[in-house]
T-cell receptor, first 111, second 111 residues
Framework: DGGITQSPKYLFRKEGQNVTLSCEQN?????MYWYRQDPGQGLRLIYY???????QKGDIAEGYSVSREKKESFPLTVTSAQKNPTAFYLC??????????FGPGTRLTVT | GENVEQHPSTLSVQEGDSAVIKCTYS??????FPWYKQELGKRPQLIID?????GEKKDQRIAVTLNKTAKHFSLHITETQPEDSAVYFC??????????FGAGTILRVKS
């Protein structure tokens, strides 16, 4: 999992602003995922991509957007339409849609 | 869709004792069941997993058992140590090759 990076580690934004979270992997994994984690809760799937130029909505996609133009990169944009964006965001990748390996996460605070 | 329930939500054990965390899932077609360990502020780490064609898997002090008929699987940690203290998440791979996570178990190992 050392091959998955997320930046920045902490991000602060004002309400009404869009913000993009970076996720990069050099593991040559086909599948990539974005999850949201709120305090004391499990991981909820936002978007996932099993191949370049293709992605699907997860369980809580409203207010988020993604792109997958390169195999290595899967950026997540948190738009102003997301009502409660403050959370810990985790990116993961998988070589085979089974084992998922997580990046270090980005803690987003919107005030 | 798949639904995963995890129990207990918190578990305190004495160092050296065993710990057991249980999960149930709803989709009988689910075929992969990983367990993740997450320390405070860190990324989830895959610690053990099991596929649906296997009933039990062991790796040193940790083991996972799967009962497909009852649709439940469990994590067993023997000879617990203080460094086992963390939040543990179970997950099940269901429709669309997506992982659905349980809500997590806070394990505290008292020395």
């Amino acid at each position: 999992d050392g091959g998955i990076t997320q930046s920045p580690k902490y991000l602060f934004r004002k309400e009404g602003q869009n913000v993009t979270l970076s996720c990069e992997q050099n593991l040559n994994h086909d599948a990539m995922y974005w999850y949201r984690q709120d305090p004391g809760q499990g991981l909820r799937l936002i978007y996932y991509s099993q191949i370049v130029n293709d992605f699907q909505k997860g369980d809580i996609a409203e207010g988020y957007s993604v792109s997958r133009e390169k195999k290595e990169s899967f950026p997540l944009t948190v738009t102003s339409a997301q009502k409660n964006p403050t959370a810990f965001y985790l990116c993961a990748s998988s070589p085979n849609s089974y084992e998922q390996y997580f990046g270090p996460g980005t803690r987003l605070t919107v005030t | 869709g798949e639904n995963v329930e995890q129990h207990p939500s918190t578990l305190s054990v004495q160092e050296g004792d065993s710990a057991v965390i249980k999960c149930t899932y709803s989709d009988s077609a689910s075929n992969y069941f990983p367990w993740y360990k997450q320390e405070l502020g860190k990324r989830p780490q895959l610690i053990i997993d099991i596929r649906s064609n296997v009933g039990e898997k062991k790796d040193q002090r940790i083991a996972v058992t799967l009962n497909k008929t009852a649709k439940h699987f469990s994590l067993h940690i023997t000879e617990t140590q203080p460094e086992d203290s963390a939040v543990y998440f179970c997950a099940a791979r269901g429709y669309g090759n997506k992982l659905v996570f349980g809500a997590g178990t806070i394990l505290r190992v008292k020395s």
